[in-house]
Each structure stands twice: as structure tokens, then as C-alpha cells.
T-cell receptor
Framework: GESVGLHLPTLSVQEGDNSIINCAYS??????FIWYKQESGKGPQFIID?????DKRQGQRVTVLLNKTVKHLSLQIAATQPGDSAVYFC???????????FGKGTTLSVSS | DTEVTQTPKHLVMGMTNKKSLKCEQH?????MYWYKQKAKKPPELMFV???????INESVPSRFSPECPNSSLLNLHLHALQPEDSALYLC???????????????FGDGTRLSIL
């Protein structure tokens, strides 16, 4: 079946460290991937996306890396701050290309 | 502040009640979505509307009935729900769907639903 999973359910880092959140996806035909951040009591918030014709995309303090060979997606957060504490989900297109499916999520905890 | 507005934020209802969840967006998006999210789980797709027509129903029980009155509004009518339907119900929108375009979905903050 279709599934998108994350390698680690939780990640704890110190303020100022760099964080790397990983995701293994299953649909090799997906041409679009996206990362969301969900804080407690809120809906998922768009962070960054990447199309399959790219290997890397950078935003403000965030970088997404795509390795299509091993079907792996990662989110790097530079100089992690306490406000980055949240659950992070990766998502990919389903097999039909009609919707997004979400991975299991990684809870990032940042201590100061 | 989210650009997708959901009301109410919280809803408690009995199993025999009828209630509706509402979602509104003014970004000119032509695709709107309902997701269900249980605690500590990812959002699960329920319905997709594209140009005000239902395009995907992920085998959702008939006690959930979606409605798209116009391109800015999306409702989810609830009737005879079960305790296991207690969850966070999220609405999202994107520029278009069918096929899904490579654009992010924008989410509201959800309605926390509790079934007694």
C-alpha cells in the first residue's frame, strides 16, 4: 500500500544546533514533496516544498534534500530555536497523483 | 493567522445529534479538502472537492456528508457519529486538483470534535 514514513518519531536538540528530520517515501512516481510543521492546537503549516527535478531547495533557515535513488527526503533546520518545537510531517503525492499523503511525523523538541 | 478559517474550534456532540463543520477560504483556490487527524497521527484524507465538485471520497462512512456551496466554502455535515469519530477535523485548500498540482495545501486550525 501507499505509505510515507519518518525514521524517528522524536528528536531532541539544543537551541542553536542544526536539526535533521528524515522521511522515507514509497511512491517513486511522486513528482512533488512537501514538509509541514504542526504546533500544538494548530493546523499543519507549510514550510517548504520540492519538485522531483530538484535535489535540494533552500528557504529561510530550512533546507530540503531529495534523494530519489533511495526514496529519501530530509528537512534540515539551521540554528534551531525553541519556536521550532513542533511535529513535522513530510508528504508526497499518492499513486493516482490526485492528493497528498502524509508520513507518520517527527516530534522535534528544542531545549534552551 | 491562517488563511483558511474553520468554525467552530471545538464541538461536543452526542451520537444522535446533527451538526456541521464549516470552512472558508478567500485565496481563490479551486480545490478544498477535509482531513481527519487523531492524536499523534498524521492527517488522513477524507474528501477532495475540485471546482465545487466532489472528486475524491476516501471510503468515508455516510454519517459524514460534505458539501461545497461555492468556491470559498466547504461544509462537513455530521449525523449519528460514533465515539471513535472524535478527532481533529482539518480543512485545507490549494490552487487546484485533478490532477493535484504541485502547490502547497493551506490548512485551517481545525475543529476539535468530541463525541459523547
Amino acid at each position: 500500500g501507499e505509505s510515507v514514513g519518518l525514521h524517528l518519531p522524536t528528536l531532541s536538540v539544543q537551541e542553536g544546533d542544526n536539526s535533521i528530520i528524515n522521511c522515507a517515501y514509497s511512491n517513486s512516481a511522486s513528482d512533488y514533496f512537501i514538509w509541514y510543521k504542526q504546533e500544538s492546537g494548530k493546523g499543519p503549516q507549510f514550510i517548504i516544498d520540492i519538485r522531483s527535478n530538484m535535489d535540494k531547495r533552500q528557504g529561510q533557515r530550512v533546507t530540503v534534500l531529495l534523494n530519489k535513488t533511495v526514496k529519501h527526503l530530509s528537512l534540515q533546520i539551521a540554528a534551531t530555536q525553541p519556536g521550532d518545537s513542533a511535529v513535522y510531517f513530510c508528504a508526497e503525492k499518492n499513486q493516482a497523483g490526485t492528493a497528498l499523503i502524509f508520513g507518520k511525523g517527527t516530534t522535534l523538541s528544542v531545549s534552551s | 493567522d491562517t488563511e483558511v478559517t474553520q468554525t467552530p474550534k471545538h464541538l461536543v456532540m452526542g451520537m444522535t445529534n446533527k451538526k456541521s463543520l464549516k470552512c472558508e477560504q478567500h485565496m481563490g483556490h479551486r480545490a478544498m479538502y477535509w482531513y481527519k487527524q487523531k492524536a499523534k497521527k498524521p492527517p488522513e484524507l477524507m474528501f477532495v472537492y475540485s471546482y465545487e465538485k466532489l472528486s475524491i471520497n476516501e471510503s468515508v462512512p455516510s454519517r459524514f456528508s460534505p458539501e461545497c456551496p461555492n468556491s470559498s466554502l466547504l461544509n462537513l455535515h455530521l449525523h449519528a457519529l460514533q465515539p471513535e469519530d472524535s478527532a481533529l477535523y482539518l480543512c485545507a485548500s490549494s490552487q487546484d486538483a485533478e490532477p493535484y498540482s504541485n502547490q502547497p495545501q493551506h490548512f485551517g486550525d481545525g475543529t476539535r470534535l468530541s463525541i459523547l
